[in-house]
């Protein structure tokens, strides 16, 4: 029952976060991603890897774009700077 009020709550604030303007968004941004992985593991130790999985999918769903962007940073591939967008 935690481990779904974790992930329902994780959701709900980056969610919120999501709604902030783009400036506002850095912090309360990296406190998510930070504790996304602990929140997966957790997902995948407790429930089963299908639940693990919903939530890895959960997490790609919610930060594609950075994950594109340092992908791409990653490969080498020509990024545009995030915060140019309008």
Request: some cysteine; overall charge positive; proline content about 8%.
């Amino acid at each position: 029952m935690a481990l779904i009020l974790c992930g329902v709550v994780w959701v709900l604030l980056a969610t919120v976060t999501a709604l902030l303007p783009m400036r506002r968004q850095m912090v309360p941004g990296l406190a998510l991603l930070a504790s996304a992985p602990v929140l997966i593991l957790w997902g995948f130790q407790a429930a089963g890897p299908v639940w693990g999985a919903g939530f890895l999918l959960a997490f790609g769903s919610m930060f594609r774009r950075p994950l594109i962007y340092f992908g791409r940073r990653a490969l080498g591939l020509p990024v545009t700077d995030p915060r140019a967008r309008s």
